[in-house]
């Protein structure tokens, strides 16, 4: 158990075949870098040691968050009290400088962010610069996860996913494997928003962990089988990223980085209106959900402000009656064969 604050406790759980233990409520700082809004810096740091506070002990960050800021902040927020932390952050990308008023290589929502522009590059070469980079950009010595960052057609296309998926089976794995026999890294991984290419990486060879965003989610579970059955066989961890699915579980209106089609809106409303004949608010049921399933070793947020983080802890500890999962299930609003909190299937 990981001590927090006013007696309150996080378990934690294992990654993969790893010694690394994650508390089950992790920090995500995509929010905290200025995505579609602006987050003061010194808010940013304070909304990290709150998280320490609490005893949060995992933090996950990127090259590509405000292209450099997010690892920027998330080294202010926990230099000197990294003792007993684990942090991830991203391969895949590197930073250049970029020239004010050029235009930006690829589009981004990033409302201030540092003058640099990304390079896409999962060669073994780039995985190898990359990290050094981070380090650089963190001010720390070491992070424990490394996550190859969004490869997959979603992000890249079919044709150009191709060219990186080879420069990742050509080198960059072996980079990563690499790094982890030296001692430099604990755990290999792939952060990504599709489940689909992580099929495709087990072809690859073993991994720890997945950084999943969105796909296993109390509104959407299309990952539940081939990827999550395939994870629990090959010993790998996920973590559930994007747990309000990008603000449709918050009433946003948006999935999936844009404007949530009609069927995911009507699959919410039906969410909503089954958490308030229970009286349960619907974001304590969104964190509560996913960590039934056993491949899944932390929940993922990116709240902005100490206070959002205050209100997730509280979502956390709202004790949800088992006989809300059972509704979910006789209304088919989970997937069959979903495991519940209750400890039953639906």
């Not at 604990?186 to 495709?200: P, S």
């Not at 959002?308 to 997937?335: K, S, T, Y």
Request: proline share 5%; hydrophobic share 40%.
């Amino acid at each position: 158990m990981a001590a927090g604050t006013a007696g309150f406790t996080f378990s934690r759980r294992r990654v993969g075949g790893t010694a690394l233990e994650v508390t089950e409520l992790g920090v995500g700082s995509a929010s905290l870098a200025g995505n579609l809004t602006k987050v003061e810096d010194s808010v940013a740091r304070e909304t990290l040691a709150r998280g320490l506070d609490l005893g949060i002990n995992y933090f996950d960050t990127a090259p590509q968050y405000g292209f450099g800021r997010a690892e920027h902040l998330v080294g202010d927020g926990l230099r000197f009290r990294t003792e007993g932390t684990v942090i991830s952050t991203k391969v895949g990308r590197l930073l250049k400088p970029h020239a004010n008023g050029a235009p930006y290589a690829y589009g981004h929502g990033w409302v201030d962010p540092f003058p640099f522009d990304q390079v896409y590059d999962y060669s073994y070469d780039g995985i190898m610069r990359s990290f050094e980079d981070s380090l650089q950009r963190l001010g720390l010595d070491a992070v424990q996860m490394l996550l190859v960052h969004d490869i997959g057609a979603m992000t890249h296309g079919a044709e150009q996913n191709a060219i990186y998926w080879q420069q990742l089976a050509d080198g960059g794995y072996r980079a990563l494997n690499d790094l982890k026999s030296a001692g430099l890294i604990k755990a290999i991984g792939l952060g990504v928003n599709e489940w689909e290419v992580l099929m495709d990486a087990f072809a690859l060879g073993d991994w720890d962990v997945f950084l999943l965003a969105g796909r296993y989610t109390l509104l959407e579970q299309t990952s539940l089988s081939p990827f999550l059955t395939t994870c629990l066989e090959r010993n790998a961890s996920v973590i559930c990223g994007g747990p309000f699915n990008g603000g449709a579980l918050m009433g946003s209106g948006m999935w999936n980085y844009s404007k949530a089609p009609e069927a995911v809106l009507q699959r919410v409303k039906a969410l909503e209106a089954a958490c308030t004949e229970f009286g349960i608010p619907l974001g304590a049921a969104a964190l509560q959900f996913p960590l039934a399933h056993q491949a899944i070793c932390t929940i993922l947020p990116g709240p902005r402000t100490p206070a959002e983080l205050d209100g997730i802890l509280n979502w956390w500890q709202v004790a949800i009656p088992d006989q809300f999962w059972d509704a979910l299930a006789d209304r088919r609003l989970v997937e069959p064969g979903t495991p519940l909190p209750n400890g039953r299937t639906a």
